[in-house]
């Protein structure tokens, strides 16, 4: 177990940007990659899965759990909320991953309060989570990726995007 953190504390024994993971670890160093309630601070994510990418080992194993909805918190460095769906397009095939399992958890009760535009006022929020998770395994080692190859029909399984 290697803890890495933004800043020193208990745990923590490399600190650092996980923007930069790769300069830190040797490449395809760890079997698995572990991160709870992180990802929604990141400013890059799309940055940070590729950095795992390079320092997770083939065969090796990814495990993100983050926020799908939650309270705005530890402003500014709050970017990002993710759906599965979203998490699936992070950690794609084109970046060597195969999907094991992803979904949402923690289902929560809400409704839009009476400062609300007044079509939305006390309307109830269906499927509303808390958070999102998504487990890969790293199948290939990808040296050259770029998010502009991502074939977005494998992260949506070839769904269209619903009509009007």
């Known amino acids: 177990y290697v803890g890495f953190d933004f800043y020193d504390g208990p745990n923590v024994d490399v600190v650092g940007d996980v923007h930069r993971l790769s300069s830190y670890f040797e490449l395809e160093s760890f079997d ?32 993100i759990e983050t926020h799908f909805s939650f309270n ?18 992070l950690f794609n095939s084109g970046l060597g991953f195969q999907l094991i399992d992803c979904g949402l958890s923690n289902p929560m009760v809400g409704y839009f309060s009476h400062k609300a535009d007044s079509y939305l006022r006390y309307r109830p929020l269906v499927e509303l989570y808390c958070h999102s998770e998504i487990l890969c395994r790293k199948n290939e080692s990808i040296k050259d990726f770029s998010w502009d190859d991502l074939d977005l029909d494998q992260v949506v399984n070839g769904e269209r995007y619903p009509l009007p």
Do not use: T
Not at 33 to 62: D, R, T
Not at 73 to 88: I, M
């Open 32 to 63: 698995l990659v572990f991160s709870s309630a992180v990802f929604e601070h990141l400013y890059m994510p799309w940055v940070a899965a590729n950095q795992i990418s390079k320092v997770l080992k083939v065969n090796g194993c990814v495990f």
């Open 72 to 89: 705005a918190h530890e402003r500014p460095w709050n970017f990002f909320q993710f759906s599965d769906v979203g998490l699936r397009a």
